[in-house]
């Protein structure tokens, strides 16, 4: 862990309101439909002080909270590392806890791209073409023990939490925290007050605010290939894993091991040539739906032919290429399927955007993440073919 001085992680509050009771800011946040047209207090709930540690030297964390509700959650105030010194102030209900060298320009990177979804600019129905309780679904179905009461999960890098909702909603029993660099986290949490098992927290995947060991499950999906280190970002995530816990993470493949990504990746590397987090985000979101309009008939008309060449391969067992890869191909396209063409226009205007907006997308070879797992005492570690690694931690 980096040592920071007293006071470095403080934060300037600046352009912050200390907003108690707010109206639900968007409507078609798939998670949190129940929660709308409620006025509430935004609170950060008590429980979660117990699993709080310093980023910067894993010093223990004190209150110091000026307003609390009648059952005592705490709606502002600031937390403080008894070792360090260091001060972190809790916004909105959600602890700040970035230190000096980890703040984040408002506008920075993916804040605009979630804001941009909560107001309704891309695809409403799906994230990422996909229902958040079915890939909630996915990861729990890779944990390899069940979900006990009272433990606590992690989503890393939960961007707009619409899994962690999905995860707190179907896992009442267990809490699940939220953790997450970019402003959305805030825009979460302001729906999470009154689900009492939903805590969030805005911190760095690579400096996290927790205490080790603390966390029995740990799920961070398409996060951890977004820091300027992926290997230190697995070691610090893993380290927040306990004994005989769980982690299962998604990461880009290396395009050899996964060809249905290139294409993909041409846009980033080819069409934007690696520079889309240089554009302003209106100019960003500009050019994404440019080239959204440009590559959309392209998409359509070889997704038609790849069904029907890929049914064709199914029946008569006509193996042109890799089975599994077709398949996975054809998988990947296939939540455009039941789209109507706005739709299909905003999802694909969605991965793109997401595709182009990171500073960093590094992509790892299977092996290569394999042996992370197993350096991190991960004795058991699998991989599919498309970027998802799982594994349980035995000492
Ligand atoms: C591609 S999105 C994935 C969001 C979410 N995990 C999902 O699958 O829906 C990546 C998210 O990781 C967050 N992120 C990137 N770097 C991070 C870091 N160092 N610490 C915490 N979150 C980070 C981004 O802000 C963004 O919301």
């Not at 069409?271 to 987090?277: C, L, S």
């Not at 077709?326 to 999802?347: C, G, H, M, R, V």
């Amino acid at each position: 862990m980096r040592q920071m001085g007293r006071g470095m992680a403080s934060v300037n509050l600046s352009g912050y309101k200390s907003i108690l009771l707010v109206p639900c800011p968007y409507k078609e946040f798939i998670c949190c439909k129940h929660y709308l047209n409620e006025q509430r207090a935004i609170v950060m709930k008590k429980t979660l002080l117990s699993i709080l540690a310093c980023p910067c030297c894993q010093g223990q964390i004190e209150l110091k909270a000026r307003e609390t509700t009648e059952n005592g959650e705490i709606i502002s105030g600031t937390l403080q590392c008894l070792n360090c010194g260091a001060e972190f102030p809790i916004v909105e209900g959600v602890p700040c806890m970035l230190t000096g060298e980890q703040q984040i320009k408002p506008s920075e990177g993916f804040t605009e791209q979630w804001k941009y979804r909560f107001s309704g600019r891309f695809e409403t129905n799906s994230l990422y073409g996909l229902n958040p309780t079915h890939r909630i679904e996915d990861v729990i179905a890779k944990f390899a023990d069940p979900i006990q009461a009272d433990e606590w999960i992690l989503d890393a890098g939960c961007g707009s939490a619409e899994m962690t909702f999905a995860a707190a909603k179907s896992y009442p029993q267990a809490q699940i925290v939220g953790l997450e660099l970019s402003e959305a986290v805030r825009l979460a949490a302001k729906e999470a007050s009154s689900i009492p098992n939903l805590h969030f927290v805005q911190g760095d995947v690579t400096n996290p605010p927790f205490k080790q060991s603390t966390f029995s499950k740990v799920y961070s999906m398409g996060v951890l290939h977004h820091t300027s280190n992926t290997k230190a970002a697995f070691d610090a995530v893993s380290a927040l894993v306990s004994e005989y816990g769980n982690l299962v993470i998604w990461l880009y493949p290396d395009p050899i091991e996964c060809p249905a990504n290139i294409p993909y990746y041409g846009i980033r590397d080819i069409v934007f040539m690696g520079m889309g987090h240089k554009l302003s985000p209106e100019l960003r979101l500009w050019f994404v739906q440019f080239y959204t309009g440009i590559f959309l008939p392209f998409i359509i008309i070889a997704q038609s032919f790849g069904k029907e060449f890929y049914h064709f391969c199914q029946q008569y067992n006509f193996l042109v290429f890799d089975k599994q890869s077709l398949s996975e191909i054809y998988e990947a396209t296939a939540f455009l399927d039941n789209l109507t063409l706005p739709e299909k226009f905003n999802a694909l205007a969605f991965w793109i955007f997401d595709d182009v907006t990171p500073e960093f997308q590094f992509r790892h070879k299977k092996q290569e993440v394999i042996n992370w797992f197993k350096a991190n005492r991960f004795e058991e570690a699998h991989a599919d073919t498309i970027g998802t690694y799982w594994g349980k931690r035995w000492h």
